[in-house]
């Protein structure tokens, strides 16, 4: 085993050497020529970290429930999107904010887990991820008992209490109204679990997406 | 970097590839780029960890070009008005943008001095994705509209970041009220030489200020208004 104190007149065998490589940080052109590399003596191991020039990412090789995963680093940006147009929201229901689809300021989709049309993004490695979001809405009108205007995260269909972030509007409207969803982290499970934004409204009216209030969606991977 | 053979020789060309897919420890930027020449000079993949600031960086190339970019969720900056100025920021009323705050010091962090204090621009140098977030404190008194912050790239008087504005309405009062909002958190893709700037501004025609200072409570509690600005990297 390589990791070890060397003495003096030690011979250093060629799996010795192995070891060594597969503790450095492993650079290749690209997924394929490290699959195709690391076989063997080098086959994935946990901890083993490489550099894929492609991409200009660094990934661990990590095993969760005995299934191998090459993760991404920690706050990783996951996806991000922007909504391409605006949103028809009915009164006193929840929407699932759909559209992510403009490419600006460099639009991120890792692994394409981000489904951008649906606004739905089911990742494939399980981890602890940090889901960030917001809307505006073109009118925030009193009324509509029990939704008032809200944004928060969705798990598998369900809203997240914990995540939701209220504009309560009493009397009268406000035109228009811009608010975050609060910050949601969570551990999803890799296979099935995934995460929407959705926005609820007293009375119905639309998203805006005009110059800085474009709805918004994303995630970072933070690690096991 | 290769699978390595019994009976295999170990180079020095072999040793130095070796050295090079090691974490590198360096005091400072000079030794670093002193030491990393020829069969050292640097590679995309390659990690140092530098002493003088205790950041661990990462070579990546883009567009053919080399940088030394900090590992992700490495804080970049992190701003704050001058702590102990007494001086307001007046905000031009009618819908008037302006920079959120000036005389903004480091509170904390302004690494490589990505973060500008005479031009208010935050400036990383490192093309990426950047994780960014302001707050900006109002101090509105009797007038009535709307406050918003947001964040702008590459220029004060351009548009918003898409999904960084934010804005309240906090409605007229016969007292003296201030209140805070932060600009929605961004994620935006930043090339070697973009910039992004904190702007603040109200709608009506009456004067509000962006506070510039603290002040303690007759009951002794310390009360900070500064307005601030974060930025995360978050890598490629």
């Excluded at chain 2, 960014?132 to 007038?143: D, I, K, P, Q, R």
């Amino acid at each position: 085993m390589a990791v070890r104190n060397w003495a003096d007149g030690e011979l250093l065998t060629s799996a010795a050497l192995n070891e060594i490589t597969s503790s450095m940080t492993m650079r290749f052109a690209n997924a394929a020529a490290r699959d195709s590399m690391l076989t063997g003596d080098l086959a994935p191991a946990v901890g083993m970290t490489v550099h894929l020039a492609d991409s200009g990412m660094t990934f661990m090789y990590i095993v969760v429930g005995g299934t191998g995963y090459w993760a991404p680093l920690p706050e990783t940006l996951c996806f991000y999107g922007r909504q391409a147009a605006a949103q028809a929201l009915a009164g006193g229901q929840y929407s699932v904010i759909t559209n992510f689809t403009l490419a600006d300021h460099g639009n991120r989709n890792l692994y394409g887990w981000f489904d951008a049309a649906a606004g739905r993004f089911t990742p494939k490695i399980p981890g602890v991820y940090e889901f960030f979001g917001g809307v505006s809405m073109a009118t925030a009108t009193a009324g509509g008992a029990g939704y008032t205007n809200r944004c928060g995260m969705r798990l598998n269909g369900s809203p997240i209490a914990a995540s939701e972030n209220w504009v309560n509007v009493t009397s009268g409207s406000y035109a228009p109204v811009s608010f975050n969803a609060r910050k949601y982290t969570y551990i999803m499970n890799g296979t099935a679990d995934y995460m929407e934004l959705d926005a609820s409204t007293g009375s119905a009216t639309n998203t805006v997406v005009t110059s800085g209030m474009a709805p918004t969606f994303g995630a970072k991977y933070l690690g096991q | 970097m290769k699978r390595w053979a019994t009976d295999d020789l170990v180079y020095n060309t072999d040793l130095n590839d070796m050295v090079a897919g090691g974490n590198l420890v360096f005091a400072s930027v000079a030794a670093r780029d002193a030491f990393l020449i020829g069969d050292l000079a640097p590679v995309a993949g390659m990690t140092v960890y530098m002493q003088n600031d205790s950041i661990t960086y990462k070579r990546i190339d883009v567009g053919g070009i080399g940088y030394w970019a900090p590992t992700p969720g490495t804080l970049m900056a992190c701003m704050v008005t001058s702590s102990g100025s007494t001086v307001d920021q007046v905000l031009s009323p009618d819908g008037a943008a302006a920079v959120a705050y000036k005389t903004p010091a480091n509170y904390g962090r302004n690494l490589n001095n990505c973060f500008s204090t005479t031009t208010y621009r935050f400036t990383p140098g490192v093309p990426g994705f950047y994780e960014m977030e302001g707050l900006a404190n109002f101090y509105h008194g009797t007038v009535d509209g709307y406050r918003a912050t947001w964040l702008c790239l590459n220029g004060a008087s351009q548009a918003a970041i898409p999904g960084s504005w934010n804005h309240a309405f906090p409605g007229g009062s016969t007292t003296n009220t201030q209140f805070g909002i932060f600009t929605r958190t961004v994620c935006c893709y930043l090339g070697a030489t973009d910039y992004v700037t904190h702007m603040a501004m109200h709608n009506s025609t009456g004067q509000t200020y962006l506070r510039g200072r603290s002040d303690t409570s007759s009951a002794g509690y310390q009360y900070n208004y500064d307005s601030c600005f974060t930025a995360k990297y978050l890598g490629l």
